[in-house]
């Protein structure tokens, strides 16, 4: 059974900088695509970051240049380093990850979330 966790979340100020991790346990998986994504109150939830199984990354606009997605597929982790934070960061952060199980089924595993508060 895959479980995600995420940590890392705190409250900074704007301008400041954390470092999100997302471990998978129960096994060893070989992720297709990991995710950021990203809830803020009230708002839908929104996808941050990308990054696939050979590395390749995709960010939101919003967040090009001061967020950067890596994975350690060895260790089964995920991360997301922010920077330059800003008060409109402020959300609740998710780890998405999808594991294929045959040509035809892939599964979508999800995070129970990090608070990151970014105070102005």
């Known amino acids: 059974q895959v479980h995600l966790v995420e940590s890392g979340g705190d409250l900074v100020r704007a301008g400041g900088s954390l470092r999100l991790s997302c471990v998978a346990s129960g096994g060893i998986f070989r992720f297709n695509a990991m995710r950021w994504y990203r809830q803020a109150p009230g708002k839908q939830r929104e996808l941050v970051a990308t990054i696939t199984s050979g590395g390749s990354t995709n960010y939101a606009d919003s967040v090009k240049g001061r967020f950067t997605i890596s994975r350690d597929n060895a260790k089964n982790t995920m991360f997301l380093q922010m920077n330059s934070l800003k008060p409109e960061d402020t959300a609740v952060y998710y780890c998405?990850?999808?594991?294929?199980?045959?040509?035809?089924?892939?599964?979508?595993?999800w995070g129970q979330g990090t608070q990151v508060t970014v105070s102005s």
């Open positions: 998405n990850a999808d594991l294929s199980y045959s040509s035809t089924s892939t599964m979508y595993y």
